[in-house]
Protein backbone atom coordinates (compact mmCIF):
# COMPACT_ATOMS: atom_id res chain seq x y z
CA UNK A 1 0.00 0.00 0.00
CA UNK A 2 2.70 2.24 0.66
CA UNK A 3 4.21 1.70 -2.82
CA UNK A 4 0.87 2.19 -4.85
CA UNK A 5 0.89 4.89 -7.45
CA UNK A 6 -1.44 7.88 -6.98
CA UNK A 7 -3.77 6.24 -9.62
CA UNK A 8 -4.26 3.01 -7.54
CA UNK A 9 -4.93 4.97 -4.39
CA UNK A 10 -7.39 6.54 -6.13
CA UNK A 11 -9.46 3.52 -7.66
CA UNK A 12 -8.63 1.55 -4.32
CA UNK A 13 -7.94 4.33 -1.53
CA UNK A 14 -10.20 3.04 0.86
CA UNK A 15 -8.40 -0.49 1.03
CA UNK A 16 -5.01 1.32 1.48
CA UNK A 17 -5.26 2.56 4.93
CA UNK A 18 -2.60 4.16 7.17
CA UNK A 19 0.48 1.62 8.06
CA UNK A 20 0.24 -0.44 10.88
CA UNK A 21 2.71 0.84 13.61
CA UNK A 22 6.17 -1.25 13.85
CA UNK A 23 7.16 -2.83 17.15
CA UNK A 24 10.96 -0.72 16.36
CA UNK A 25 11.63 2.97 17.99
CA UNK A 26 11.69 5.42 15.67
CA UNK A 27 15.15 6.42 16.64
CA UNK A 28 17.80 4.71 15.34
CA UNK A 29 19.85 4.07 18.83
CA UNK A 30 19.63 0.84 20.07
CA UNK A 31 18.60 0.49 24.32
CA UNK A 32 22.98 -0.41 24.66
CA UNK A 33 23.81 2.73 22.94
CA UNK A 34 21.31 4.73 24.97
CA UNK A 35 22.28 3.38 28.16
CA UNK A 36 25.98 3.75 27.23
CA UNK A 37 25.58 7.99 26.12
CA UNK A 38 22.97 8.45 29.46
CA UNK A 39 26.05 6.92 31.52
CA UNK A 40 28.74 9.00 29.74
CA UNK A 41 26.25 12.30 30.70
CA UNK A 42 26.37 11.27 34.27
CA UNK A 43 29.91 10.66 34.26
CA UNK A 44 30.03 14.53 32.49
CA UNK A 45 27.56 15.91 35.14
CA UNK A 46 29.87 14.56 38.18
CA UNK A 47 33.09 15.67 36.50
CA UNK A 48 31.19 19.16 36.43
CA UNK A 49 29.91 19.20 39.82
CA UNK A 50 33.29 18.27 40.98
CA UNK A 51 34.93 21.45 39.42
CA UNK A 52 32.42 23.75 40.12
CA UNK A 53 32.84 22.54 43.96
CA UNK A 54 36.82 23.39 43.62
CA UNK A 55 36.54 26.71 41.98
CA UNK A 56 33.89 27.53 44.69
CA UNK A 57 36.73 26.58 47.47
CA UNK A 58 39.11 28.42 45.30
CA UNK A 59 37.40 30.96 45.41
CA UNK A 60 36.73 31.01 49.05
CA UNK A 61 40.18 30.33 49.72
CA UNK A 62 41.07 33.85 47.12
CA UNK A 63 38.80 35.62 49.38
CA UNK A 64 40.11 34.44 53.05
CA UNK A 65 43.88 35.27 52.08
CA UNK A 66 42.51 38.88 50.42
CA UNK A 67 40.60 39.62 53.86
CA UNK A 68 43.75 38.53 56.09
CA UNK A 69 46.18 40.63 53.81
CA UNK A 70 43.83 43.85 54.04
CA UNK A 71 43.39 42.86 58.11
CA UNK A 72 47.50 42.60 58.06
CA UNK A 73 47.93 45.93 55.93
CA UNK A 74 45.71 47.59 58.17
CA UNK A 75 47.76 46.45 62.11
CA UNK A 76 50.63 46.83 60.65
CA UNK A 77 50.75 49.63 57.53
CA UNK A 78 52.28 51.99 60.22
CA UNK A 79 55.57 49.62 60.50
CA UNK A 80 57.90 52.27 59.06
CA UNK A 81 56.30 55.21 60.88
CA UNK A 82 56.73 53.06 64.52
CA UNK A 83 59.94 52.47 63.96
CA UNK A 84 60.58 56.22 63.28
CA UNK A 85 58.81 56.95 66.33
CA UNK A 86 60.89 54.55 68.70
CA UNK A 87 63.96 56.50 67.86
CA UNK A 88 62.62 59.22 69.42
CA UNK A 89 60.94 57.68 72.16
CA UNK A 90 64.61 56.45 72.97
CA UNK A 91 66.27 59.85 72.62
CA UNK A 92 63.46 61.44 75.00
CA UNK A 93 63.93 58.17 77.34
CA UNK A 94 67.95 58.90 77.15
CA UNK A 95 67.30 63.22 78.47
CA UNK A 96 64.97 62.11 81.00
CA UNK A 97 67.76 59.66 82.24
CA UNK A 98 69.88 62.89 81.98
CA UNK A 99 68.00 65.30 83.49
CA UNK A 100 67.65 62.98 86.57
CA UNK A 101 71.28 62.53 86.44
CA UNK A 102 72.08 65.81 86.70
CA UNK A 103 69.74 66.89 89.84
CA UNK A 104 70.55 63.88 91.72
CA UNK A 105 74.40 65.45 91.12
CA UNK A 106 73.66 68.42 92.39
CA UNK A 107 73.15 69.12 96.48
CA UNK A 108 70.22 71.07 95.65
CA UNK A 109 68.96 70.92 91.99
CA UNK A 110 67.44 73.98 90.26
CA UNK A 111 63.10 74.04 89.97
CA UNK A 112 63.80 74.62 86.14
CA UNK A 113 65.77 71.31 86.17
CA UNK A 114 63.41 69.59 87.97
CA UNK A 115 60.29 70.98 85.87
CA UNK A 116 62.27 69.93 82.91
CA UNK A 117 62.38 65.96 84.40
CA UNK A 118 59.22 66.23 85.33
CA UNK A 119 57.83 67.49 82.16
CA UNK A 120 60.30 64.44 80.00
CA UNK A 121 58.82 61.70 82.25
CA UNK A 122 55.47 63.28 81.62
CA UNK A 123 56.11 62.87 77.98
CA UNK A 124 57.45 59.91 78.00
CA UNK A 125 54.93 58.38 79.90
CA UNK A 126 52.05 59.54 77.02
CA UNK A 127 54.29 58.12 74.23
CA UNK A 128 54.18 54.90 75.86
CA UNK A 129 50.75 54.98 75.97
CA UNK A 130 49.33 55.78 72.96
CA UNK A 131 52.29 53.12 71.53
CA UNK A 132 50.63 50.74 74.24
CA UNK A 133 47.07 52.06 72.59
CA UNK A 134 48.41 51.00 68.97
CA UNK A 135 49.60 47.79 69.62
CA UNK A 136 53.16 48.89 69.76
CA UNK A 137 54.63 47.25 73.19
CA UNK A 138 58.70 47.89 74.03
CA UNK A 139 60.18 44.38 75.31
CA UNK A 140 62.19 43.81 78.77
CA UNK A 141 64.20 40.96 78.15
CA UNK A 142 66.44 41.13 80.65
CA UNK A 143 66.53 37.57 82.51
CA UNK A 144 64.40 36.02 79.67
CA UNK A 145 66.33 33.58 77.28
CA UNK A 146 67.69 34.68 74.56
CA UNK A 147 65.57 34.45 71.12
CA UNK A 148 66.92 35.23 67.98
CA UNK A 149 63.93 36.38 66.82
CA UNK A 150 63.24 39.28 69.35
CA UNK A 151 67.03 40.34 69.91
CA UNK A 152 70.29 40.53 68.55
CA UNK A 153 73.14 39.86 70.64
CA UNK A 154 76.25 42.15 70.57
CA UNK A 155 78.43 40.79 73.35
CA UNK A 156 78.82 37.83 75.73
CA UNK A 157 79.11 38.70 79.68
CA UNK A 158 80.30 36.09 82.33
CA UNK A 159 77.33 34.33 83.76
CA UNK A 160 77.58 35.17 87.15
CA UNK A 161 74.62 34.28 88.93
CA UNK A 162 72.38 33.71 85.61
CA UNK A 163 72.16 30.59 83.58
CA UNK A 164 74.17 30.68 80.47
CA UNK A 165 71.84 31.77 77.45
CA UNK A 166 69.62 34.58 79.03
CA UNK A 167 70.01 37.63 78.48
CA UNK A 168 72.36 39.98 80.93
CA UNK A 169 72.23 43.42 79.94
CA UNK A 170 69.96 45.58 76.90
CA UNK A 171 71.49 48.23 75.32
CA UNK A 172 68.68 48.89 73.07
CA UNK A 173 64.53 48.43 73.50
CA UNK A 174 63.39 46.40 71.06
CA UNK A 175 60.11 46.98 69.95
CA UNK A 176 56.69 44.19 68.74
CA UNK A 177 53.98 46.01 67.21
CA UNK A 178 50.73 43.21 67.37
CA UNK A 179 53.28 40.56 68.75
CA UNK A 180 55.58 41.61 65.34
CA UNK A 181 58.87 42.18 66.32
CA UNK A 182 59.94 45.69 64.35
CA UNK A 183 63.24 46.23 66.34
CA UNK A 184 65.45 43.75 67.93
CA UNK A 185 66.72 44.20 71.28
CA UNK A 186 70.12 44.68 71.31
CA UNK A 187 71.31 42.72 74.39
CA UNK A 188 74.51 41.09 76.19
CA UNK A 189 73.93 37.44 76.76
CA UNK A 190 75.09 35.84 79.59
CA UNK A 191 77.76 32.28 79.16
CA UNK A 192 79.98 30.13 81.37
CA UNK A 193 83.04 31.61 82.45
CA UNK A 194 85.88 30.45 81.22
CA UNK A 195 89.26 29.82 83.84
Known amino acids: CAF ?24 PLSDCALEHKAIKLEEQVRDLTERYRRALADSENVRRRTQKFVEDAK ?5 SFCRDLVEVADILEKTAESAAGHAEQRSDPSPA ?11 EAKLQSVFAK ?29 RPGTVALVTQDGYKLHGRTIRHALVGVAVEAHE
Do not use: W
Open 134 to 162: HGLQKMNPVGGRYDPYEHEIICHVPAEGM
Open 75 to 79: LFGIQ
Open 4 to 27: STAAQQRSTGDECGPEEPSEEPKH
Open 113 to 123: LQKIYEGLSLL
